[in-house]
């Protein structure tokens, strides 16, 4: 076990989250960007929707009795809904208010002080899900053996996202807008997505740039006490040790706590 010598950033979501370490990952980029500041930790479910990710989340995050022996996290980011957003019969469809009502959930877990989960020094990022190509989804699917049929809808993906955008607003919790970010991107044109999507769904490498730069201009703008260019190495560099002590002192040290 790995000693509690460093705070964390936790990434939770579906399959999208899971595969942020792939080649080009905002996951690694994270991790590197962060590198002896904070651990990130992926808490990455592929297939999961809000409804599964609730009593998971219960098990992943630490609760306040069980706090001071785990790291701190300092970011918890929620990217769910690409699941949820399936239409029916899909079983992991989940209905647009149930959706909700589980991401505020999720963050009522973290903010509220009734909460077992109450961690007043974790800053909260939700993040929408992306656009659905829905040519490139029915290509993947209907190459499959035996074919599927196609699960996801362009204009239902979008008002979950819509959705996740007010929801941040009316809790006062910032938003990466990917599916806006995404969508932007193709000047607007839903074939043009398969340069940011592997399969019509799942973000390749130049789609995780895009959230990346999203994600931390949104640390930068509403959690700037974890911007990382400004925040210490949680142990000494070498160059700030006094080696002229024969037993130099080196123990971590806190990060500011964010507002």
């Known amino acids: 076990m790995a000693a509690n010598a460093q705070d964390a950033i936790m990434l939770f979501g579906d399959s999208i989250t899971q ?10 980029r994270l991790s590197h960007v962060y590198a002896r500041k904070f651990d990130v930790l992926n808490r990455g479910l592929s297939g999961y929707n809000s409804e599964w990710a609730v009593p998971v989340f219960e098990q992943y995050f630490a609760k306040q009795h069980e706090q001071k022996h785990a790291p701190k996290i300092r970011l ?12 029916k019969p899909s079983p992991q469809h989940i209905p ?17 002080p009734d909460s077992a989960w109450y961690s007043p020094d974790t800053a909260i990022i939700l993040i929408t899900p992306p656009p659905v190509n829905t040519h490139q989804r029915r290509a993947d699917l209907q190459a499959r053996d035996p074919p599927k049929e196609l699960d996801r809808l362009f204009d239902t993906t979008k008002s979950y996202a819509d ?16 599916w806006n970010g995404l969508w932007d991107a193709t000047g607007h044109e839903e074939t043009a997505l398969s340069r940011y999507l592997r399969d019509g769904l799942h973000l390749n490498a130049a789609g995780y740039s895009i959230l990346y730069d999203l994600l931390m201009a949104t640390i930068v703008k509403h959690v700037p006490t974890l911007d990382p260019s400004k925040l210490r190495d949680a142990i000494p560099r070498w160059d700030e040790i006094n080696w002229d002590d024969p037993h130099p002192s080196i123990v971590k040290r806190d990060v500011q706590i964010p507002q």
């Open 19 to 28: 595969g942020g370490w792939e080649d080009g990952g905002f996951g690694a």
């Open 76 to 87: 918890l980011t929620i990217w769910l809904g690409a699941n949820d957003a399936c239409i």
């Open 163 to 178: 959705a996740v955008v007010k929801l941040g607003a009316g809790l006062q919790v910032p938003v990466v807008d990917i």
């Open 96 to 112: 647009l208010e149930k959706y909700i009502a589980n991401l505020k959930h999720l963050v009522d877990m973290v903010r509220s």
